[in-house]
Structure formats: structure tokens, C-alpha cells
């Protein structure tokens, strides 16, 4: 027997094509639409960025270092240590005023020193160091030269010393930062003390002091 395919029957068969086809279709274009607008699809998983927490964050002693390396202060800032600013900040604002103070002087004491040991009559740029009155003459020639040479050397000293202490205020700065973060995570409880209480040293007998064995003592003792 042979089945001929009625014309009804092909219809359907076409319709339930199409519409498995515009439904498909349809998913394509609403997940495309979702990407576009920034809308994540229901299979993905939405990541949330937790806020730190402050009262557990404990800082890293490298990224300390390198910031107070590269900044004056930086890693005190980091560490949440801003009371320590003005000390850093203050130290070396003072260590620069004085090493510009004394550099200003040494050139002015240098020049005085050079103008009082030429013979050429017009550089007297000392007579801004003489008292009222005060003059230079062969009398007192000598001394002046030796007070405004031993001037020079002194604050010639001063101003390196306040280089090297601006330095010195720097290093501190930088391992102060790092020692810092480092001690962070350091346990201070109050299971830490320290005991002082006196002690009989030297003596397992009870007349050991009396027969000269043992002496008085006081004993330390640590807990942690």
C-alpha cells in the first residue's frame, strides 16, 4: 500500500519548524541584548567586591618599605600612623632651615675671609661684621683673619652635619615604616608580663642563708 502525504498534513509539519526556528532565534537575540546592556545571563555568576574590613586589615611590610622609600611619610600613612607625620615632617623641614641658614653664612664668611686676604681696597665685604666703629688696621689685621676663617670652617660643619642629619631623619622614617608593618600582627594581649619578685639564690636547704650558702636576690620572670 503507498501513503500519499495530504496537503494538511505537510502544513503542520512546516509550522512546527517555523516555530521551533523564531524560538530559537528569539533566545539568540534576547541573550546578545543581555550581553549588550551589561546584564549577566542566568547560567553566570555574579562576583560581589567584599569591604574591607579595617579593624582586621593588617599592613604589608614591603609595600611599607617601598612607599616611605619613594616619599618621606608615605609608609607612616600607610600604616595608619598619621600622628607620626608631623614628627618626620617636622625633622626634616627643620634639618633643611638649617642647612640653608648655615650655607648662607659660610658664603658670606667665605667671601669676607677672601676680601680681607686680597690687598685690592674696594671688596670690604667684612665691614658688615664689624661692630659699630670697628675698624681694620694692621693692629688687629691678624685676628680678624683668623676669627672670620674659623667662622667659615664652623658653619661649613654645621651644614653638613645638617645634611647628614636630614638623611639620618629620612632613614629613620623608612624604618620606622617597615618595623612597623612588621610588628602589626605582634601579639599584645594581656598574657604578656613581666614579674620582679625577690628570691633566695644559691639555696636548696632552709639555713642556707644562715650558713653563708644562698644570698638574696631578685628573680625575673617572663610570660608569654
Known sequence: ????????????????????????VSGHKAKALKKRNGTADDDTLTVIKTKR????????????????????GAGQIYNRKYWKLPIFYGGMMGCLYAMNWNNMMY???????????DDDPTTQSYNKFLHLGKQIDSSNEERYKKLFKSRKDRYRRWRDMSFFCLVGVYAL???DAYVDAELSEFDISKDLSLKV??????????????DGS???????????
Open 197 to 210: 619578685e625577690p628570691a633566695v639564690i644559691g639555696g636548696n636547704r632552709p639555713c642556707s642563708l644562715l
Open 214 to 224: 644562698a644570698a638574696l636576690g631578685l628573680q625575673c620572670s617572663l610570660t608569654f
Open 53 to 72: 574590613d579595617w579593624a582586621t586589615w593588617t599592613p604589608n611590610p614591603q609595600r611599607a618599605l617601598w612607599l616611605a622609600m619613594v616619599l618621606p
Open 107 to 117: 658664603k658670606d664668611y667665605s667671601q669676607a675671609y677672601l676680601d680681607i686676604m
Open 173 to 175: 622614617s623608612v624604618i
Open 1 to 24: 500500500m503507498t501513503y500519499e502525504a495530504t496537503p494538511d498534513t505537510i502544513s503542520a509539519d512546516s509550522l512546527e519548524r517555523m516555530m521551533t526556528t523564531a524560538e530559537s
